[in-house]
């Protein structure tokens, strides 16, 4: 049979045609790395993060129609496009070609931040449009359709709303809300229909929230408070009006060889690479006879289980096969029995055959594909759903595989195929798998087809799935249960399949508990005896693989009784005779309130009178926005090879605490196309040394190894494939040494501390406020840690110049000086040789701070001896094992207050997670200490902490520096005050609130203080008092859901501390009038160029755009400090102010003496008199810090207030939470653009909220991270917003210590999200009031399912109760 060895495809309309291609290249690794198509982004390699997202387009010759798709690039094998159109970010348009309507709305609607996940939104939503247009059938997408669309993307940065609003301007809502506004008010379109999507817009039904038209009094998000409005408020962020229509009839046409002919399609391919060899078969006896002669070979589809686990499990499959074109499996037959789907049949076309059956059969026929409907709505991302199969689901044989359980439930019929013993059809039960991620099928056979049989009148099915995060996210357990009654009145059960996923290694039937059920009657008895079978027939050790034992074995009492009071519900219904459960009992069956996101957003708008010209205060847009929505925005990683680029790979430590025996890297070195292999032994032990606070860290590990991921080594090879390879042919002996020391308990334990890192700090007497306290209360918390999951992961280049005298390095770091400092010391090079360029970063958040470092020294050490440039991006995993994140803290707490709820002393002790080195954790503490006890004025005390040595990554600076986890600390006494008291936490809140004049723990006395302005404004604005009463009327009303809301404020002190206080700037002015500036900050998406662009547009009077900022450099603006502690805006905005006020009054003389001149006459005119026309500008805040010693100095130049009121839903018996709505109101003086920093304060709320209810970080007893990725470790997705969400900007609040009276606003809002935990701790109390529990008690962050599920204590968790202790899977420090 003749091959063809040649893959052809289609890259946005142009033709590649590749007879080289290795069949182990992902798609997207030939669209950076061979076509040079760099706005594809890599955030994670595993089909999780969606910065991948590209659309992948086929013409389906027998329905004679174009396909287009979303997919990850990333998975998708370059063989696998073979005869498809592949279209990339780049190929919808361009700055220069103009914009996409899709890429021009996410950027105009500030939906881009540091711009990485920005090409793969755009993708998804490019994609979704295309496919509503395919056929010629063009309709709108719904936002039913966005939500689903996005569901495999996540950005760090913006909180998503942003990204919504944008793009809900192309969805058919708006489009009906829009014409019916023009028909009825004529106006023009403004910032979307505000009034949100399930009440209609507040344009045309008259109402916000109930408060009246925002058409009608002018307002345009939000309430409608008239006395609130300024005259001449204009309350837009971005300016429908301005958007270009979307046409699809616009679009590039399918490439027409593609359509025409079925020749590629029709292909038999046998691409042959050095170790892997890609079949592509297209008849049935084409696959068999290949199974036949490879039977170890591997069937692949999505390749969404196979890519996994070649890159993650380093797995090598040398034979595959692609069976998309074997037209038996990718079938789909209806028959009398049910449907049959071939087994390469994708989700998501399992989906919509399912939904169209659904829509025309019967229902009682379709119960079980409503299931498995259900059920794909959850089942991973989109891009995923839409290239996985079923047959891979079945295959692969995971224990937590979604589809499993209903497959068994059903007993679905599986038909398999061979070369020699033909076909043959299995029942799926119990014995189908018959071990972990194995089957009953042969090596030699081939999955042909499922059949989903019909159910019928008597019977119910149902599935079940509780997960980490809600949407794409794999199951902790599921479950599927399919009940049979006969005739009778009451029914009684006939037969009966109970089926597990999560609780054993495979899916398991629980035949036990089905025989209890069969031969008896739905009644209260039955769902008991059923409930006590179940406990002890599915028991689990307590170290089982996936933790959580106790957690898990509720869920799966918690599925059944869902089950049971809905099939009771459901026959009581039909059957008068039997006695219908109370109402509140209900509740068990029904899912979280959903609604359609709604959002506002308030600011105070530039006086009528501010020039046109001057930007100051005006929302706009993020400087590069649109070349990030363009994929023009150069990242690190997108610059193209250097000539004889080498790629280091790091070799990691894999063992926390042990003695480095030995290094072999001969067998790396013997692998074709290494070059080097580095370690201690090449260095200098003097110059072997990182450390900020003090030098306590090695560049690669001498004798002693103190955590997992620690750096040993690294492998320097010909490309980045042969480097990883090698590294993990290095062979490391180790030598274990103890103790081994995770968590704080273990730290205390054996007094494992950094040295001189004890802090104290103390006002007042505590011993005495405690005596005067009626009440004392003692308790604990503690907070695990937050891996920065910036999208970028740390990523440098250096390139060695002048014969070796010289080096630039490229890196994604938030600290270029720093670098700059550490790789002089590192080399022996003078810094005037060593240049650092930051052009902008995919993300930081305090994770590029200090860490940056450990991959960049290395690489520039090995530039320097091998002269030749040297590259290294971390893997998402290798980034999440080397370096640190956020301190978990543990905090004991004593608080002594009187019966009104005055609080009258605080003592507490704090420990920190440092990790093995000390990094920034002392400072992390300090701020703890600081600013802990958040906006109260406790008039006593006692606040000591210290950092804990342990063996992990060392952990470091994020967002928040130690504030968010020492203010969780203080609100969690003060709601055990409240709950002693048995009165409204807000009420002590309110009690306790600073006010100006008002003395902090460290002597300083506050000014200016606007935080009772906040708190009275939230309160008001998030209806406090009404969402209490509604939320205890609903909580009267539902035993299995309660509602619980929290108010609090947050107060958070700005500065960056002496000598790092500083900042420069470097303002260069040319004859064609355009300037070019440079300042010492990077950016990373918070919009610090478009700010610095905006106060020089002020002081020069000159329009933003001939201003421009290319790049951060350290041979411009030298010892800059790093772009930290939400301070960067006021530094350097100073520093540029003074740069260009010099030029200003330069140019003095020349606008006297032409003052009706432009600005460019008065340039030229001062250069033709030989005047300097560049400036430097230098800034230094006035405060001269803290001394630890004399307990003197003002660590804080000013602070940032702001309140925030969430209410949120949980579900009782599985833990899911959702936030039903949260409004902030943020005193940002004058905010130098509302719309940078509204996004700011929602991107911050949203990480804040991931840090205390869904982020969790564990690790092996030995120490090795689990949560290494996407997949295992969970930040908030677009499904995770507040359904409302509403954002105020404090009006009438200057601030006069910062540029242009403005406020920093990076970190502040973050602690908001705090009022989401104490919302659900607030459920939680209503939960145990149930059970007759009341009081205080422990609920540590983050509120994840399991800690929510568990602390709602009822008769299931007593079932299944675990004893403490003993060994377990995983700790979490
Ligand atoms: C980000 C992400 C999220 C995910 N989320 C979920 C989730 O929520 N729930 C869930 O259950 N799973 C999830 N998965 C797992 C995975 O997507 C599914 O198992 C999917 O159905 C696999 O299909 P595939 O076509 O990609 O399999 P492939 O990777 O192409 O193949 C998988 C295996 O099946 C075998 N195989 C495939 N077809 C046949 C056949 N016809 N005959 C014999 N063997 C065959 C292959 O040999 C291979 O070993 C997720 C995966 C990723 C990457
Ligand atoms: S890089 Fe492909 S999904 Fe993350
Ligand atoms: S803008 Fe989305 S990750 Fe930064």
Known sequence: MSASQEIVFFVNGEKVADPNVDPEWTLLYYLRKKLYLSGTKLGCAEGGCGACTVMISRYDHEAQKVVHLSANACLTPVCAVHGQAVTTVEGIGSTQRGLHAVQQRIAAAHGSQCGFCTPGIVMSMYALLRACSADGKTRKPSIKDLEVAFQGNLCRCTGYRPIIEGFRTLTEEWERCDSRLLATNGASIVNGCVGGLTNGCCKTNGKVNGNGCCQANGEVNGSCDEDERAPGDMEILFDTSKFKPYDSSQEPIFPPELQLSQGLDQQYLMIKGPRVTW???????????????????????????????????????????????????????????????????????????????????????????????????????????????????????????????????????????????????????????????????????????????????????????????????????????????????????????????????????????????????????????????????????????????????????????????DLHENICRDDPSMECLPERLLSASQGLSAATPQSSQYFQVVPPDQPKIDPIGRPIPHSSAFKQATGEAVYCDDLPRFENELYLSLVLSTRAHAKVVSIDADPALAIEGVRAFFCASDLDPMRNKLGVMVKDEEIFASSIVESIGQVIGAVVAIDQATAQRASKLVKVVYEDLHPLILTIEEAIAHKSFHEGTNRMLTKGDVDAGMKMSTHVLEGEVHLGGQEHFYLETNCAIAIPREDGNELEVICSTQHPDELQRLISEAVGMKANHIVCRVKRLGGAFGGKETQSPIIAVPVAIAALKLKRAVRCMLDRDEDMVATGGRNPFHGKYKMGFTSDGKILSYEVDLYNNAGRSLDLSSLVIEQALMLGQNGYNIPNVRSKGVCCKTNLQSNTAFRGFGAPQGMLITENAITDVAAILGVDPAKIREKNMVKNGDTMIYDHTL????????????????????????????????????????????????????????????????????????????????????KMIQVASRVLEIPEDIIYISETSTDKIPNAPPTAASSSSDLNGMAVLNACRKIKQRLKPYVAADPKGSWNDWVNAAYLDSVNLSASGFYRSPNPGYDWETHTGNPHHYYTYGAACSEVEIDCLTGDHQVLSTDIVMDLGESLNPAIDIGQVEGAFMQGYGLYTL???????????????????????????????????????????????????????????????????????????????????????????????????????????????????????
């Open 279 to 565: 079949y592509r078969p297209t008849t049935l006896e084409q696959l068999l006879l290949l199974k036949h002669i490879h039977p170890q070979a591997r069937i692949v589809v999505g390749n969404t289980e196979i890519g996994v686990e070649v890159k993650f499990k380093n797995l090598l499959y040398p034979v595959l096969m692609h069976p998309t074109k074997v037209k038996e499996l990718v079938a789909i037959h209806q028959s009398s029995s049910g449907i049959k789907f071939g087994s390469s049949v994708t989700l998501n076309d399992i989906d919509s055959t399912l939904k169209t059956a659904i829509d025309r059969l019967p229902e009682p026929k379709t119960r079980v594909f409503k299931a498995i409907v259900d059920m794909l709505h959850w089942f991973a991302g989109k891009q995923i759903r839409n290239v996985a199969a079923v047959g891979g689901n079945i295959m692969t044989g995971s224990p937590i595989s979604d589809l499993n359980p209903i497959f068994i439930a059903a007993n679905c019929e599986i038909e398999l195929a061979s070369k020699d013993g033909g076909r043959r059809t299995v029942t799926m039960d119990g014995s189908f798998f018959t071990g972990y991620r194995k089957n009953i099928v042969k090596p030699n056979e081939v999955m042909l087809s499922i059949t989903v049989p019909y159910s019928h009148e008597g019977m119910f099915f149902k599935a079940y799935k509780q997960a980490r995060r809600r949407e794409d996210d794999i199951s902790i357990v599921n479950a599927a249960f399919q009940v049979e009654f006969d005739g009778s009145r009451p029914p009684v059960v006939k037969k009966a399949n109970l089926v597990f996923g999560g609780m054993a290694p495979t899916v398991v039937e629980a035949k036990k508990a089905a025989k209890i059920l069969v031969g008896r009657k739905i009644d209260a008895q039955l769902m008991e005896d059923v409930c006590n079978v179940l406990s002890d027939e599915l028991p689990l050790s307590p170290d089982a693989p996936g933790g959580m034992i106790a957690y898990r074995r509720s869920l799966t009492l918690g599925f059944f009784y869902k089950f049971f009071v």
């Open 1007 to 1090: 000014q200016n203080c606007t935080l009772q302005k906040c708190w009275e404004e939230c309160l008001k604005k998030s209806a406090y008092n009404q969402k209490r009463r509604e939320s205890e009327a609903f909580n009267k009303k539902n035993r299995w859901r309660k509602r619980g809301v929290c108010i609090l404020p947050t107060m958070f002190g700005i500065s960056l501390v002496f000598p790092i206080n500083q900042a420069g700037a470097l303002v260069l002015v040319y004859t064609d009038g355009s300037v070019l500036i440079t300042h010492g900050g990077t950016e990373m998406g918070q919009g610090l160029h478009t």
């Open 1255 to 1373: 982020e969790e970080l564990t690790y092996s007893p030995t120490g090795m991270l689990y949560s290494r990725g996407p997949g295992t470790y969970k930040i908030p997705g677009f499904s995770n917003i507040p359904t409302k969400f509403n954002v105020s900007l404090l009006r009438g609040a200057p601030n006069p210590r910062a540029v242009y009276s403005s406020k920093a606003v990076g970190e502040p809002p973050l602690a908001l999200a705090m009022s989401v935990f104490f919302a659900i701790k607030d459920a939680i109390t209503s939960a145990r009031s149930e059970s007759g529990l009341s009081g205080p008690f422990r609920l540590d962050s983050p509120a994840t399912s399991a800690r929510i599920r568990m602390a709602c204590e009822d008769h299931i968790t007593k079932k299944v109760s675990v004893e403490e202790g003993g060994p377990s899977w995983n700790i979490i420090p």
